[in-house]
Every structure is written in C-alpha cells, then in structure tokens.
Antibody, heavy 116, light 110 residues
Framework: EVQLVESGGGLVQPGGSLRLSCAAS????????MNWVRQAPGKGLEWVSY????????YYADSVKGRFTISRDNAKNSLYLQMNSLRAEDTAVYYC?????????WGQGTLVTVSS | QSALTQPPSASGSPGQSVTISCTGT?????????VSWYQQHPGKAPKLMIY???KRPSGVPDRFSGSKSGNTASLTVSGLQAEDEADYYC??????????FGTGTKVTVL
C-alpha cells in the first residue's frame, strides 16, 4: 500500500524557517517524481514545487521561488521542503504528492502556521 | 499563473447528474491534455478522480467522467450518491513546468 506521511509542521514567526519531511513507503520511491502542494485554511490547492525522480530537475511556483528548497533522499525514501523567510501567506496545510502532471497519491498533510 | 475558474457550488439529488466546469486559457487547459480532477472530503487529503482529461484511475467508479472543449474542462458525476458530497478541484499543466489548480467547487447532494 502506497503511503506518504508528512511531518515537521508547526508554528513559526514571520521570517523564520521550517523543514518539512515526507516519508514514503509501499512503492519504489526512487522511480517517481514528487511534489509539494499547499492549501491555506478554507482556501483552494496551490502547487508549490516539483522534483524529478533523481533529484536533478526541480521547479518552483513563483510565490516561493528563492525562499523554498525541495530535495529528496532516495536511500531514505524521503522528500523534504526547506522553507526560509516565511510569511503569513505561507500559512497552509502542506501535502506531498506523487506524480508529474497529475498527482495520484497524497499524504495527509502537515500544518504550517506563520504568526507572531 | 491565475487559478482556473470553477463555480463555487453545484448540487443534485441522489441518482441525478451534476457537471462541474473548469475554465482556463490556451496556456493551460486549452493547450494541453493534462487536466485532472480531485475530490476532497473535509479534513482529508485530495483524491485523484480523473487524469489526462478523461482517464479514471483504478478504483474510481465509472460514474465519474471527464471531458474538455477548448479552454474549458468538465467533470460529470452521474448517479449521485451521498458519499460524492465533497469539494472538487480541477488542475492543469500550464507550461513552463507549472501546474495550476481550479478555485474549487462544493458539491452538495440534496
């Protein structure tokens, strides 16, 4: 059974940093492209970042470019999102999701709250 | 990249059909056959219901169908059931390695 489990969310002050993790199981992680997608409270979904199966190709939404860094460790079946210079508008549930043009499996999400 | 436009709400009685539209531009929906649809129940993660405009993942009932005409994609749910009550989001590849989601539609089963 495919499982994606996010962790690392929490309360952080504006300008602060946070690192999210996504632990994958039930499939050959190193063969799949991965993404981070977020959802602000009561709002819609927003694609954040993409990483290829090898980690050699990375893309970001304009809203996070220069502040967020996606990475992966295929040996540990894990996906990461380093978030720096956090803003109030980054407050959201962050999901990891598998795929490229569409996302066939999602984690349960981890809540990031940016507030003083 | 602007969000794709969906109606805020849609409704139907059990057994009826409901169709949700998703309007974009020639740079996203109209330009690629990479439109997908997601179902999200309150407090839960999204679930893929349709990919590549009209394909259904294994396990998704054939009551769910997708189509596209020009810059507008559509999701139809036939034979509405109580468990279909949820938020639905469309998504499209938008070129330059971007993906864009729709504004979301709340489906109510009357």
């Amino acid at each position: 059974e495919v499982q994606l489990v996010e962790s690392g969310g929490g309360l952080v002050q504006p300008g602060g940093s946070l690192r999210l993790s996504c632990a994958a199981s039930g499939f050959t992680f190193s063969s799949y492209e991965m993404n981070w997608v977020r959802q602000a409270p009561g709002k819609g979904l927003e694609w954040v970042s993409y990483i290829s199966s090898s980690g050699s190709t990375i893309y970001y939404a304009d809203s996070v470019k220069g502040r967020f860094t996606i990475s992966r460790d295929n040996a540990k079946n894990s996906l990461y999102l380093q978030m720096n210079s956090l803003r109030a508008e980054d407050t959201a549930v962050y999901y990891c999701a598998r795929g490229y043009a569409d996302f066939d499996y999602w984690g349960q999400g981890t809540l990031v709250t940016v507030s003083s | 990249q602007s969000a794709l436009t969906q109606p805020p709400s849609a409704s139907g009685s059990p057994g009826q059909s409901v169709t949700i539209s998703c309007t974009g531009t020639s740079s996203d929906v109209g330009g690629y056959n990479y439109v997908s649809w997601y179902q999200q129940h309150p407090g839960k993660a999204p679930k893929l219901m349709i990919y590549e405009v009209s394909k259904r993942p294994s396990g998704v009932p054939d009551r769910f169908s997708g189509s596209k005409s020009g810059n507008t994609a559509s999701l139809t749910v036939s034979g509405l059931q109580a468990e279909d009550e949820a938020d639905y989001y469309c998504s499209s590849y938008a070129g330059s390695n971007n993906k864009v989601f729709g504004t979301g539609t709340k489906v109510t089963v009357l």
